[in-house]
């Protein structure tokens, strides 16, 4: 079974800051993939960013990048320049046990991030 | 290009109802994947649609079932409903073709409330 571990519950970063969310799953699987989700206090998820396992490079999004070691099962997210629209809730998430065509994602407990002016 | 929609976007039930939710994948997707997502908690995976046939399943009792139809839209039934079964409920879209990668798309979320 796949799972997803994030060890930070809040974090508080001063504007124009870069920022570190942490990540680390498990899975047996040799092909899976990783995600980032940003969810505003509206609800909605918004995906940010996706990495495969067998990316050799590590994935970028404008300010958003994911800091992929596999080794360490870490999925880090970095938000360089943080602004005050980055506050809200970030779930890291994994592709989980190709069934029948159908693949779900796993998701971590989130972390709250808010920044402060 | 629209998106993701679901409705109701609020529900108010007492125990022991029955609920449907509805949704509307995002234009070119073929796979609806419903989620449940607790106060203060990440999204629980309750079931996948895919060609009108439930294809995966998470750890949900039978309360919980699902319908796709030929347009690719889903529903969410809920029978005999608890408290407990207040939450945010999520659906996503995608178009699965091959395992690791399924960038699914969220619609905005039914808030279901249970008294």
């Known amino acids: 079974a796949q799972k997803i571990t994030q060890t930070q519950p809040g974090m508080f970063v001063q504007e124009k800051e870069a920022v570190t969310l942490d990540c680390t799953y498990d899975t047996s699987d040799p092909s899976y993939g990783l995600f980032w989700y940003k969810q505003p206090s509206s609800g909605e998820m918004i995906f940010l960013i996706y990495q495969g396992s067998y990316d050799q490079q590590n994935a970028t999004e404008g300010r958003y990048s994911l800091n992929f070691q596999k080794a360490r099962k870490s999925a880090n997210l970095v938000i360089s320049a943080s602004q005050l629209g980055d506050s809200a809730m970030y779930f890291c998430?994994?592709?989980?046990?190709?069934?029948?065509?159908?693949?779900?994602?796993?998701f971590g407990q989130g972390t709250r991030l808010t920044i402060n002016p | 290009d629209a998106g993701v929609t679901q409705s109701p976007t609020h529900l108010i039930k007492t125990r022991g109802q029955q609920v449907t939710l509805r949704c509307s994948p995002k234009?070119?997707?073929?796979?609806v994947s419903w989620y449940q997502q607790a106060l203060g908690q990440g999204p629980q995976f309750i079931f996948q649609?895919?060609?009108?046939?439930?294809?995966q399943r998470g750890n949900f009792p039978d309360r919980f079932s699902g319908h796709q139809f030929p347009n690719y839209s889903s529903e969410l039934n809920v029978n005999a409903l608890l408290l407990g079964d207040s939450a945010l409920y999520l659906c996503?879209?995608?178009?699965?073709?091959?395992?690791?990668?399924?960038?699914?798309?969220f619609g905005p979320g039914t808030r279901l409330t249970v008294l």
């Open positions: 649609y895919y060609e009108e046939e439930e294809r």
């Open positions: 996503a879209s995608s178009f699965i073709r091959g395992e690791g990668y399924n960038e699914q798309f």
């Open positions: 234009s070119g997707h073929d796979t």
């Open positions: 998430a994994m592709t989980g046990g190709w069934v029948q065509g159908a693949q779900k994602l796993v």
